[in-house]
């Protein structure tokens, strides 16, 4: 376990007490009317009470953690992992690059993004802010 300096906790320890409310994510414009046009299916085809309640969107938790818990826990780590760079620590141990193809692809498929390359600037942004976050705030 690397210690944070000056405070003999461990990275995962500091990363708990983050506080993301100043950083702007791309997902914040998500809107319960962006996810109906995509998935109508889940959200507005038939009514059940039972096992088929709808929205299945969010009854169903296939469809809800595979796409909105998906992209907002990337954002986070994405921003964590800036932060940590910024703050020369020892980031999360993952394949970043494997959880930016995933919110880029995320982004394009909800209208957040325009297409892969404003994604990317977008996953970018986070990246600036994660960054900004560790030199403003020493927790």
Do not use: W
């Not at 620590?89 to 995320?106: Q, W």
């Not at 996953?123 to 960054?131: C, F, L, M, P, S």
């Amino acid at each position: 376990m690397i210690a944070v300096v000056g405070t003999g906790e461990s990275p995962e320890e500091h990363f708990k007490r983050l506080n993301f409310s100043d950083l702007t994510f791309p997902s914040d414009g998500l809107s319960i009317g962006i996810l109906r046009k995509k998935h109508p299916s889940l959200f507005d085809e038939g009514f059940d009470d039972g096992d088929g309640a709808q929205p299945l969107f969010f009854f169903n938790a296939k469809h809800s953690e595979d796409n909105l818990a998906n992209m907002l826990f990337g954002e986070r780590l994405i921003a964590t992992f800036a932060y940590a760079l910024a703050r020369s620590m020892e980031p999360p141990d993952c394949e970043l690059s494997l959880f930016k193809n995933d919110l880029s692809k995320l982004y394009v498929r909800y209208g957040i993004a325009s297409g892969p390359h404003h994604a990317e600037q977008l996953i970018r942004d986070i990246e600036r802010q994660g960054a900004e976050l560790a030199n403003r705030k020493h927790l």
